[in-house]
């Protein structure tokens, strides 16, 4: 761009080597004026009750899964998943199997390796479409729906919805990152899947950031929360270039 209005990811991340893996790191997210960083603030307080919850649900999980991700050719770290396949198995089940492309050998579609991310739109969520496929076969959607009867919560305020799988304490937690799955709408019942930092957007999204979805995972991690910020900051998409079960 010009002007001072587009950036290169060069401008905005220093690459620093590491035995295990290319860690990012952000240099001044000020250094991106077209984009608001202020909403991306470290949260002032987490509750111990909200710590609890989260830990609560770590142990819950049984199943974690993983992306890499490079924007303009340049590596973007990592986003790690806890995964709910205690309350939504076939979903979470399709999910997984998407990362780890064990059916990519029968359709190459099958799998979220190659997929970017849709660029960031300001509203505290994450989009990808994958290839617009699920694993169950057939070319109709899929919807859970017993973890749909099992699983219903309500998301707060006189405007609020409904929404599915895991909970969300939208009143206390500040640093609910969750990873969800359309049940109606574009791209539901296939490939498509969001990551939504809920817990930091204002009250007014809270009520309708999570509707019609259903919750099957959590980023708990800094790495993750790290990867976010750069996708919020820079100009270029997103793209797995790495993706499975860790």
């Not at 000020?30 to 984009?35: C, D, G, L």
């Not at 890499?68 to 973007?76: S, V, Y």
């Not at 939208?170 to 990152?177: I, N, T």
């Given at each position: 761009g010009s002007g001072g209005v587009g950036r290169r990811l060069s401008d905005l991340v220093r690459i620093e080597p590491c035995r295990e893996n290319m860690s990012v790191s952000t240099v001044s997210l000020a250094a991106a004026p077209?984009?608001?960083?202020?909403?991306f603030a470290p949260p002032r307080r987490i509750t111990n009750n909200a710590r609890r919850r989260r830990r609560a649900s770590i142990a819950l999980a049984s199943q974690r899964a993983f992306m890499d991700l490079e924007i303009e050719g340049r590596p973007a770290g990592r986003l790690t998943f806890n995964l709910r396949p205690d309350l939504c198995p076939k979903t979470v089940g399709n999910f997984l199997a998407l990362c780890t492309g064990v059916n990519a050998g029968v359709d190459p579609k099958l799998t979220y390796?190659?997929?970017?991310?849709?660029?960031?739109?300001?509203?505290?969520?994450?989009?990808?479409?994958?290839?617009?496929?699920?694993?169950?076969?057939?070319?109709?959607?899929?919807?859970?729906?017993d973890a749909m009867s099992a699983t219903r919560n309500g998301t707060p305020g006189a405007g609020g919805g409904v929404y599915y799988g895991e909970p969300v304490d939208l009143s206390e937690d500040e640093r609910s990152v969750v990873l969800v799955v359309p049940i109606s709408g574009p791209g539901f019942g296939s490939s498509r899947f969001a990551v939504v930092r809920v817990g930091e957007s204002p009250g007014s999204l809270k009520q309708r950031l999570l509707t019609n979805t259903m919750v099957i995972g959590r980023c708990v991690d800094e790495e993750s929360w790290e990867t976010l910020r750069l996708m919020t900051v820079a100009d270029g998409r997103a793209k797995i270039v790495d993706c499975g079960e860790c």
């Amino acid at each position: 761009g010009s002007g001072g209005v587009g950036r290169r990811l060069s401008d905005l991340v220093r690459i620093e080597p590491c035995r295990e893996n290319m860690s990012v790191s952000t240099v001044s997210l000020a250094a991106a004026p077209h984009r608001s960083v202020a909403s991306f603030a470290p949260p002032r307080r987490i509750t111990n009750n909200a710590r609890r919850r989260r830990r609560a649900s770590i142990a819950l999980a049984s199943q974690r899964a993983f992306m890499d991700l490079e924007i303009e050719g340049r590596p973007a770290g990592r986003l790690t998943f806890n995964l709910r396949p205690d309350l939504c198995p076939k979903t979470v089940g399709n999910f997984l199997a998407l990362c780890t492309g064990v059916n990519a050998g029968v359709d190459p579609k099958l799998t979220y390796a190659g997929c970017t991310f849709e660029p960031y739109s300001g509203k505290y969520t994450y989009v990808c479409k994958g290839n617009g496929k699920h694993v169950y076969g057939g070319v109709g959607k899929f919807v859970e729906r017993d973890a749909m009867s099992a699983t219903r919560n309500g998301t707060p305020g006189a405007g609020g919805g409904v929404y599915y799988g895991e909970p969300v304490d939208l009143s206390e937690d500040e640093r609910s990152v969750v990873l969800v799955v359309p049940i109606s709408g574009p791209g539901f019942g296939s490939s498509r899947f969001a990551v939504v930092r809920v817990g930091e957007s204002p009250g007014s999204l809270k009520q309708r950031l999570l509707t019609n979805t259903m919750v099957i995972g959590r980023c708990v991690d800094e790495e993750s929360w790290e990867t976010l910020r750069l996708m919020t900051v820079a100009d270029g998409r997103a793209k797995i270039v790495d993706c499975g079960e860790c």
